[in-house]
């Protein structure tokens, strides 16, 4: 912690279109920010911050590294807590981004070196230790500034093990824990000059023994549309995540519309138990069909419906009339595969793409003024046999795999060569002997993948 603050520098991208604001808290404290008017630091109105609150509250980074020595004397041996908002136009091409907050002041204490211990992380909630994938540590060092970060973890017994590199947990096969906590040892010769910045720790674990993987076919059904004309067009666009080894596909249904039949009298009551049909009984539906005493709805429990072959069977009481409401000519839905038409990239996310798909019915092809569509997402899976990565150096190698692997069943050869997982990057490190072919065997599954957006255009 410094002993006098003296400025600070943002480092963040704000496209045309976009702005960024900020809030800070002091030890724990109250979301405060700068007010340019008064010369002080206030408090927010919103303390239950969001997005929208930041923005509408917040200081600019404009405004904030204008601030010197004299406006930051607060910041001084504090904890200081940030949080950004961000806002996109629509208009706007690319996205903003924060790369860093720096506070920059100088220390009173000789100490260079410093540690920061996080709080254990519970990696089961079922009780029982789970297999650890990977750890990706995110630093920053400058000059002679380094990170060195350390792990213990909690084993089944509910013991904590001594601190150790934390590259010495991510093994194969892989080290089980019930929990797990890091240490960062930050170390500066030089204060001011030098710099060692701890950004993130991520661990990637099982949630419990059994390895889970995004395998099988997921569906999404829209409602079904009623529409004053006969439709026998379809225009359908998706927006999704481009996630290797999915398949997209799209469906339409069409049909005619349906029947429906209000008050329809069947009888009059005398006490005794009845059975009649209905008038129309072709393609009667299940729902919708609802009986009355006098205009009074009767519990179905009370009654008997058939839809099948349209038999009601009921008692009602002496004198009053009995009617109906229900539906007929009621088709299911037919699902005919729509033809794919083309695919581009979202002008807004890099990581999207945007599905078209077409719908012309032809001669014997379903029409109809009731539609509705169906997308299906469908995750793969499959087997790789030896596959060929390179040539042993005596070096950790690194190797990206064109699969997503299931960890479990990774076999690497030659059996003597140690490597590691990269779960989160498909990334393999392979150690092998100078001079040995390197293989690799495993089972796959695609990642999930998920519809944000669809959009049908139905016309005749």
């Known amino acids: 912690m410094y002993s006098t603050v003296s400025g600070i520098s943002i ?12 809030v800070v808290s002091l030890n724990g404290g109250e979301w405060k920010h700068y007010n340019t008017s008064s010369g002080a630091w206030v408090s927010v109105a919103t303390q239950d911050i969001t997005a929208e609150s930041v923005m509408a509250e917040g200081n600019t980074k404009a405004e904030l590294e204008a601030l ?98 934390y590259e010495a947990f991510v093994t194969s096969p892989p080290t089980a824990a019930k929990a797990i906590k890091f240490k960062a040892i930050l170390t500066t010769p030089t204060p001011g000059t030098d710099v060692a910045t701890i950004n ?7 949630t419990d023994n059994v390895a889970v993987f995004s395998e099988g076919t997921g569906v999404c059904v829209t409602q079904t549309h009623n529409f004053v004309n006969n439709i026998g067009r ?3 666009m998706v927006k999704h995540p481009i996630v290797a080894d999915t398949e997209i596909k799209a469906y339409v249904s069409l049909r005619k519309q349906p029947s429906y039949v209000y008050g329809e009298v069947i009888g009059t009551g005398d006490g005794q138990k009845h059975t009649v049909k209905l008038a129309h009984t072709e393609g009667l539906a299940s729902h919708g069909f609802a009986l009355y005493f006098d205009g009074v709805a009767q519990a179905a429990s009370t009654y008997s419906f058939s839809p099948s072959d349209g038999q009601i069977t009921y008692t009602a009481p002496k004198g009053e009339p009995v009617t109906v409401d229900y539906i007929h ?10 033809k ?16 078209q798909f077409d719908y012309l019915a032809g001669e014997g092809d379903p029409t109809g003024s009731v539609g509705a569509v169906k997308v ?3 995750q793969n899976t499959g087997t790789v046999k030896n596959a060929e990565l390179g040539i042993g150096t005596g070096e950790q190698q690194s190797f990206k795999l064109p699969h997503h692997a299931k960890a479990e069943t990774i076999v690497v050869s030659p059996a003597e060569a140690t490597w590691k997982w990269r779960d989160n990057t498909d990334v393999l490190l392979i150690s092998a002997p100078k001079g040995e072919p390197i293989t690799v065997s495993y089972s796959w599954a695609a990642r999930t993948n998920y519809l944000e957006s669809i959009a049908c255009v139905f016309n005749e």
């Open 329 to 338: 000519g009621w088709s299911k839905e037919e699902w005919v595969e729509m």
């Open 68 to 165: 010197d020595s004299s406006k930051l004397g607060d910041f001084a041996g504090a904890t200081v807590a940030w949080a950004v908002g961000m806002q996109m136009e629509d208009t706007a091409e690319n996205s903003p981004s924060i790369a860093s907050i720096q506070i920059n002041g100088q220390s009173g204490s000789t100490v260079t070196e410093a540690s920061v211990e996080c709080a254990p992380i519970n990696l089961s909630d079922s009780g029982g230790a789970v297999d650890i994938l990977s750890i990706n540590v995110n630093k920053s060092e400058q000059q002679k500034g380094t990170v060195r970060v350390v792990a213990s973890i909690q084993d089944e017994s509910g013991a904590w093990g001594e601190y150790k590199d």
């Open 376 to 378: 299906a997402l469908t």
């Open 234 to 236: 379809a225009h359908l």
């Open 11 to 22: 480092t963040a991208s704000t496209p045309d279109g976009t702005s960024m604001k900020f």
């Open 200 to 206: 993130s720790v991520t661990i990637s674990h099982r």
């Open 340 to 355: 794919h038409d083309t695919q581009y990239p979202d002008k807004n996310d890099n990581n999207s793409v945007d599905d």
